[in-house]
């Protein structure tokens, strides 16, 4: 499985960014992995955002991001998206795609994109 993340870039505090990732490789593979985010600040581990399942009936968030990020997933397009509303701070990071097992999908890792938050 290939990953691909889009659509960092800088908000304002208060503001919202959208991330895509676009995975790519056998189909069944794709169309039956778990997606999931991660993200990782200077001087910080890499820590778990959020992850959706296969069919997107399961979804879950870290306690840091629930009620603002909403992960979702286009199926057809086997594309996810990281819709990150009111931002922090330290929500600024190096955003990571990943796919694997649920709920932790970390066999597949994608580049990361730069999400900067300005104050």
């Known amino acids: 499985v290939q990953l691909q993340a889009f659509g960092g870039g800088m908000a304002q505090a208060g503001g919202s960014l959208r991330l895509s990732c676009a995975a790519s490789?056998?189909?069944?593979?794709?169309?039956?992995?778990?997606l999931g985010w991660f993200r990782q600040a200077p001087g910080h581990e890499r820590e778990f955002v959020g992850a959706?399942?296969?069919?997107?009936?399961?979804?879950y968030y870290a306690e840091s991001v629930k009620g603002r990020f909403t992960i979702s997933r286009d199926t057809a397009k086997n594309t996810m998206y990281l819709q990150m509303d009111n931002l922090k701070a330290e929500d600024a990071a190096v955003y990571y795609c990943a796919a694997g097992s649920w709920p932790m999908p970390r066999k597949y890792w994608g580049q990361g994109t730069q999400v900067t938050v300005s104050s």
């Open positions: 959706i399942s296969w069919g997107g009936g399961r979804i």
């Open positions: 490789g056998r189909t069944v593979t794709v169309n039956s992995i778990t």
